[in-house]
């Protein structure tokens, strides 16, 4: 089993940063990818954000293609989102997620990822 917490959420203005936190726990050996996904009110959640951790491939949708950066550590257990020049349409419950995925658009599907942080909110107002 893999725990995840999620920390960095908060309110920024528009046009402002910030940087989301998410450290695994447990038996990562079992996983290959970790991601971020978010949830706004009324609507479905949606892929951020990926990184295939032994390849350190990331992958983004095209939403936030040059505004975010999804990094990790070198322990390979905690991965980070910056995200620069926010807009209110990036207002929503950001969640982390790990699992064994495969490669090729994998990412992009919640039902790949066996493992899910308590999610932490962002508002850009």
């Known amino acids: 089993h893999v725990q995840l917490v999620e920390s960095g959420g908060g309110l920024v203005q528009p046009g402002g940063s910030l940087r989301l936190s998410c450290e695994a726990s447990g038996n990562t050996a079992n996983t290959n990818c970790m991601g971020w996904f978010r949830q706004a009110p009324g609507k479905e959640r949606e892929p951020v954000a990926a990184?295939?951790?032994?390849?350190?491939?990331?992958h983004y949708v095209d939403s936030v293609k040059g505004r975010f950066t999804i990094s990790q550590d070198g322990s390979r257990t905690t991965v980070y989102l910056q995200m620069n020049t926010l807009t209110p349409e990036d207002t929503a419950m950001y969640y982390c997620a790990a699992g064994f995925v495969p490669f090729s658009k994998g990412w992009v599907e919640a039902t790949n990822f066996d493992y899910w942080g308590q999610g932490t909110q962002v508002t850009v107002s």
């Open positions: 990184i295939y951790t032994g390849a350190d491939s990331t």
